[in-house]
């Protein structure tokens, strides 16, 4: 079925140095979203991609889209204790009848100050 | 507004009991979700409604799980009989067309123990 993976599983980083995080579907996507969740929080929406190549950034995040639409990333620049917790991707899958959001494994990242 | 709201927060019982979620979208909200998390699987959709209606159950793992949607403030996961393996933490999430249906608001989850 269709998968979506992610990389690293886990990712400790000094803080102000750079983490990124990579998403791969095996399907092409409609679209993805990144959500984050923090340690005993729920997932909270950061961001959504469209389009095929679309960039993104939010200060110090920035989101890819891949041009095949079948992969993504976030990076983020000198990361700080704030950015602690779990990133997940989410790609839509379009089916026939219906559509269907897959939740990435996730990358857990720890910065250690 | 208030986001999502779950309740119990949190819940033990034991084994062989009925255990019963419930979740409130944020109003306007036309599509709910029912999420489980667990350290082994991650996040998995059981199931997802729109307009009240159940889209795609195919995430159900058995059964023993049903959900509902009365109406469009108030949907409920149940699990009967419970089994120590649906130890989890159950979120609830809406979106609406408006905003983009696939911008999931979560709700803060229920932590269920089965003992």
């Known amino acids: 079925g269709q998968q979506v993976m992610q990389i690293p599983q886990y990712q400790h980083v000094q803080e102000g140095e750079d983490f990124t995080t990579y998403c791969n579907s095996s399907?092409?996507?409609?679209?993805i979203q990144w959500y984050k969740q923090r340690p005993g929080g729920h997932p909270v929406f950061l961001i959504q991609?469209?389009?095929?190549?679309e960039v993104k950034k939010q200060k110090r995040l920035t989101f890819q889209f891949g041009e095949a639409k079948k992969n993504s990333s976030l990076h983020i620049t000198a990361t700080q204790t704030t950015d602690v917790g779990t990133y997940f991707c989410?790609?839509?899958?379009?089916?026939?009848?219906?559509?269907?959001?897959?939740f990435g494994p996730g990358t857990s990242l720890s910065v250690i100050p | 507004d208030a986001g999502v709201i779950q309740s119990p927060r949190h819940e033990v019982t034991e084994m062989g009991q009925e255990v019963t979620l419930r979740c409130k979208p944020i109003?306007?909200?036309?599509?709910l979700f029912w999420y489980r998390q667990t350290m082994m699987r991650g996040l998995e959709l059981l199931i997802y409604?729109?307009?009240?209606?159940?889209?795609?159950d195919s995430g159900m793992p058995e059964d023993r799980f049903s959900a509902k949607m009365p109406n469009a403030s108030f949907s409920t996961l149940k699990i009967q009989p419970s089994e120590p393996r649906d130890s989890a933490v159950y979120f609830c999430?809406?979106?609406?067309?408006?905003?983009?249906?696939?911008?999931?608001?979560f709700g803060p989850g229920t932590r269920l123990t089965v003992l």
């Open positions: 999430a809406s979106s609406t067309i408006e905003t983009g249906k696939d911008t999931q608001y």
């Open positions: 399907t092409t996507l409609s679209n």
């Open positions: 991609l469209v389009k095929s190549g």
């Open positions: 989410a790609g839509l899958i379009m089916k026939t009848s219906y559509d269907k959001v897959i």
């Open positions: 109003s306007g909200h036309d599509y």
């Open positions: 409604f729109n307009n009240n209606v159940p889209i795609d």
